[in-house]
Antibody, heavy 119, light 107 residues
Framework: QVQLVQSGAEVKKPGASVKVSCMAS????????IHWVRQAPGQGLEWMGW????????RYSQKFQGRVTLTRDTSASTAYMELTSLTSEDTAAYYC????????????WGQGTLVTVSS | DIQMTQSPSSLSASVGDSVTITCRAS??????LAWYQQKPGKVPILLIY???TLQSGVPSRFSGSGSGTDFTLTVSSLQPEDVATYYC?????????FGQGTKLEIK
């Protein structure tokens, strides 16, 4: 069955970086893009970016441009999201999700990775 | 960037009622819209894609319509398990922005 399994919770200090992984199984990784979405506590969903698993092409939200890097390792069927220069406002659950239809409809989501930024 | 505006922000209805959530895009996106349901503490679930296509496994009481800038999600015959927050998403062009969400409760 299709699964996206994310790395575990992280606690970071302001100014640090975090790298979250998203390991795919149950489907051909290189046939789908992977989106990254975050959700701050009690808040809505916020789209961060997308990586094409075929060629590594990326699109980013302007809000995170320069701070976020999306990559993938096709040999490991794993996508990565790295966010730098963390502040307390980056405290959120970070999700990866499989592109299912068109450019952005996503049908399978990872379980989420809670990133807490605190001094 | 395309902005997505949902209304209402919250609503309360009785079991068996029909409810409608509206999503408006700041510019035309054809039928490139998805709807998600997120229950408390859970991961979002895709309900509808391409504005009106029901995702496999989703109950038929959910339906979507619209094109261009105005879209609706309708839940007919509301069930207790439909308590959740619902989000629309622009799927036409990056950034693939979400609406702010509509919280649905049972009276």
């Amino acid at each position: 069955q299709v699964q996206l399994v994310q790395s575990g919770a992280e606690v970071k200090k302001p100014g640090a970086s975090v790298k979250v992984s998203c390991m795919a199984s149950g489907f051909t990784f290189t046939r789908h893009g992977i989106h990254w979405v975050r959700q701050a506590p009690g808040q809505g969903l916020e789209w961060m970016g997308w990586v094409n698993a075929v060629d590594g092409d990326t699109r980013y939200s302007q809000k995170f441009q320069g701070r976020v890097t999306l990559t993938r390792d096709t040999s490991a069927s794993t996508a990565y999201m790295e966010l730098t220069s963390l502040t307390s406002e980056d405290t959120a659950a970070y999700y990866c999700a499989r592109n299912f239809f068109g450019l952005a409809s996503t049908d399978y989501w990872g379980q989420g990775t809670l990133v807490t930024v605190s001094s | 960037d395309i902005q997505m505006t949902q209304s209402p922000s919250s609503l309360s209805a009785s079991v068996g009622d029909s409810v409608t959530i509206t999503c408006r895009a700041s510019q035309g996106i054809s039928n490139s819209l998805a709807w998600y349901q997120q229950k408390p503490g859970k991961v979002p679930i895709l309900l509808i894609y391409a504005a009106s296509t029901l995702q496999s496994g989703v109950p038929s009481r959910f339906s979507g319509s619209g094109s261009g800038t105005d879209f609706t999600l309708t839940v007919s015959s509301l069930q207790p398990e439909d308590v959740a927050t619902y989000y629309c998403q622009n799927c036409a062009s990056a950034p693939f922005t979400f609406g702010q969400g509509t919280k649905l409760e049972i009276k």
